[in-house]
């Protein structure tokens, strides 16, 4: 950390040192590993944005089970008071099945823009329909009795919970990872723990209800939160409702604060040394006018770095 801001100060600060050239191009450097280490961070981010989430498509398609092949899933994110009034909905259009979901994706709060804040979503509310609605719509009947197994089969895929949904958006995270964000989270990681499903009946309760995330030293708990209604329900028939993870989150997770933990030194620690390094690098008039200046500047950019490495 202390060489990233000497190259920077030196750069920046003063040119005229002699080492301009060295300090820009350790600076290239840096640029060029950070875009290799945030990569896989701004593959899943974009996962959360815009008007479609690929990873509600994603729940749905879970859900769906072996029937996906002949169903296409459309997604559209609302905000808090549209997406309280939708209602996912199911069509069949030439032996196939389209669905229609919806999905909020809530952000935590951090108007003062805190470093150590998550920069992923708090979690993502999807409202899909259930694998019993989509059989119902292509007109797909259960086997006889004499096809047990295939009945017990079918049973199992239409068992999806948000619990289930959760661990694949962690492994999907862990997948896309760096191999030595993988090697370092086996290692130093604090682990994630996914509960049941916290199940409610009504949509007031699912909706009031956020997912259950509670960190401590020993890791991370996440509970999903669920809605599910039969295809017999006369007001709200073949609804599967979750309140999940996003992948975005669990990456965060593996890459930054799982590891918090692990910590050997405190800010302070960091920040003398890099106080070290900018003086015997760039001198002693230099740092001085750094102290009287960009003191929070810089206690403020190593917050960030920390929280990255």
Known sequence: IGQ?????????????????????????????????????????????????????????????????????????????????????????????????????????????????????????GVKMKSREAIRKSLGVTLPGFPQATEVLKLDAEANITCKDLNQIAFQLALDNSTQEAQERYAQYGRPITFKDDLVYGTGIQWSSTGLIIEESDAGLLVQGVALVTPVSSFLFPGMH???????????????????????????????????????????????????RTYTPHFLNCLERIQRTF
């Open 241 to 291: 409702y979750c309140k999940v993870m996003s992948p975005y989150r669990a990456m965060e997770w593996i890459n930054v604060d799982s590891l918090r933990a692990q910590k050997t030194v405190n800010q302070v620690e960091v920040f003398l040394n890099c106080l070290e390094l900018i003086h015997r690098e760039l001198g002693r008039h230099l740092l001085f006018k750094l102290l």
């Open 4 to 124: 990233y801001v000497s190259s920077f100060v030196g750069v920046t600060f003063n040119p005229e040192a002699g080492k301009v050239e060295e300090a820009q191009r350790h600076l290239e450097y840096y640029f060029q590993e950070s875009g290799t280490r945030f990569l896989p961070l701004l593959g899943v981010k974009g996962g959360a944005q815009g008007s479609a989430s690929p990873w509600a498509q994603i729940c749905q398609a879970k859900v769906a089970g072996s029937l996906v092949t002949k169903t296409t899933i459309n997604n559209e994110i609302l905000s808090l008071l549209p997406f309280l009034a939708s209602k996912p909905s199911i069509q069949n259009l030439g032996g196939g099945a389209v669905v229609n979901t919806t999905a909020l994706v809530a952000y935590p709060e951090n108007p003062i823009d805190v470093a150590t804040q998550m920069e992923s979503p708090v979690e993502i």
